[in-house]
């Protein structure tokens, strides 16, 4: 699904080949558990300044366009 795309990479040498957002150590998994928690994006952000808005709103357009293409 993401595999190294401009903004989401996955690297054995980076987090052990956790999904993180590209250019930084932050694993995706990470803003899922801030969403879950109640978060708005703009939290998620502001605790992780490495990873930008375009990023994450890519990252919620693929989960998007993943869980549609699967249920149609």
């Known amino acids: 699904m993401f595999r190294d ?3 989401i990479s996955i690297s054995d040498e980076v987090m052990g080949g956790t999904p993180v ?3 930084t150590r932050v694993p995706v998994q990470t803003f899922l558990e801030y969403l ?3 978060e708005s994006i703009d939290d998620f952000l502001d605790g992780f300044p490495t990873v930008t808005r375009e ?4 990252f919620l357009e693929e989960l998007g366009r993943t869980y549609f293409s699967v249920a149609a």
């Open 5 to 7: 795309t401009k903004l």
């Open 21 to 23: 957002f590209t250019n």
């Open 36 to 38: 879950k928690a109640g």
């Open 55 to 58: 990023q994450v709103i890519f």
